[in-house]
């Protein structure tokens, strides 16, 4: 859906609009040009003396609209005015169309959108583009779940056929004042001549084919830095200590099971506290709210005491009986499972919140175009 505000600068009235569609196969186009009341900006005696020019982008008062001709030739649609626009004079059209070849689908299943503006013969003052999609898929970038109704139903478009008189249309009104308007917005100013502005991001129909590349990228990096805390353990644990003989390999083998075990029964101890924590949080205000406050605060204290206890402790023990580099490997250990845990957290919200869908919505985009004027 575009809506383009024009202004006639030329020494005669303006009758024909040109606008180039950058890419895809464009079908199911069509346009209606708008008529907003003009309102008064000085009266005389209860008589308005001058009016000023209608506001097509923010508009007041009624709108009628009145279908306009359409001619598409390659990627240009020539739109032929119903009204001529006078010089000096704006005018606005509300242009339908239908495009493929925007979104493309990866293999993790997310599709990934470069959407274009129009491109007219002039310079554009400004361009503002709001995109949304379907309400049971996911928008990358998303300020929020905004269910945007941007396309015109047949019947709504017959009950103004070609040759018709400007009339007035509620779901018109609807789909005008939406266009510019999205679960993301985006803007750009000054364009040139037969430049276009363009948006790129992604959608899916679940959180976890979304961010599926910032989820690998994360589980990649908590590898490497249980590596690199292996590695740094081993270093400090050979500096402190000289190589251990044959006959305490063994020994050593079982103190590596003793910190990937223990790491691990303190990791669950860990997350165990802070669902607990997270329960006694909420369940407090509720049920002793002159007390919560206290409450809370002891809670805090403990909590961090606790915390310190079970994430250090244990490495601070296995540092002193067994030496320094295998302490920092049972905290570092523990704080590894920690960030498994919030991945593994996080992938299972994202599963468990997804709607379950066979097939893509496709993605509406809007982008209302305000120029100056346009040549045949």
Do not use: H
Request: charged content about 15%; aromatic content about 12%.
């Amino acid at each position: 859906m575009a809506k383009v505000i024009f202004s006639n600068q030329t020494d005669s009235p303006l009758s024909e609009l040109t606008l180039r569609v950058p890419k895809g196969q464009i079908n199911d186009y069509v346009a209606f040009q708008v008529f907003v009341d003009r309102q008064c900006a000085r009266y005389e005696s209860s008589v308005c003396i001058q009016y000023r020019d209608p506001d097509f982008q923010y508009p007041s008062g009624n709108a009628s609209y009145q279908r306009a001709n359409v001619n598409l030739e390659g990627d240009t649609l020539t739109i032929t005015l119903p009204q001529t626009v006078g010089q000096t004079f704006s005018g606005s059209i509300l242009l339908s169309y239908r495009a493929l070849g925007y979104a493309r689908k990866n293999l993790v299943g997310t599709y990934e959108y470069a959407f274009e503006t129009l491109k007219t013969p002039e310079a554009v003052t400004e361009v503002i583009v709001g995109i949304s999609t379907d309400s049971d898929l996911y928008l990358k970038g998303a300020k929020g779940k905004v269910n945007y109704q941007m396309s015109m139903d047949v019947a709504s478009v017959n009950e103004i056929g070609m040759g018709a008189p400007a009339t007035a249309n509620s779901r018109f009104d609807q789909i005008y004042r939406q266009i510019g308007y999205g679960s993301i917005q985006k803007k750009a100013s000054n364009l040139k001549s037969l430049e276009s502005y363009t948006v790129k991001g992604s959608y899916a129909d679940s959180n976890l084919k979304l961010y599926a590349k910032e989820t690998l990228i994360g589980i990649a990096v908590a590898l490497v830095f249980l590596i690199l805390i292996l590695l740094v353990s081993r270093w400090i644990l050979r500096s402190i200590n000289p190589p251990a003989p044959s006959a305490n390999v063994s020994a050593q083998k079982n103190v590596w099971l003793i910190i990937t075990g223990g790491s691990f029964i303190a990791s669950l101890i860990i997350v165990g506290y802070t669902v607990l924590l997270i329960w006694v949080v909420q369940f407090i205000p509720r049920y002793q709210s002159q007390f919560a406050l206290p409450i809370l605060l002891l809670f805090f204290v403990i909590s961090i005491g606790l915390y310190g206890l079970l994430l250090l402790g244990p490495g601070i023990y296995v540092g002193i009986r067994k030496g320094l580099g295998f302490g920092l490997a049972m905290i570092g250990s523990t704080i590894f499972w920690l960030v498994i845990y919030a991945f593994a957290y996080m992938l299972a919200v994202s599963a468990f919140n997804s709607p379950i869908r066979d097939d893509f919505g496709v993605t509406r985009i809007s982008a209302p175009a305000e120029s100056e004027p346009v040549a045949q």
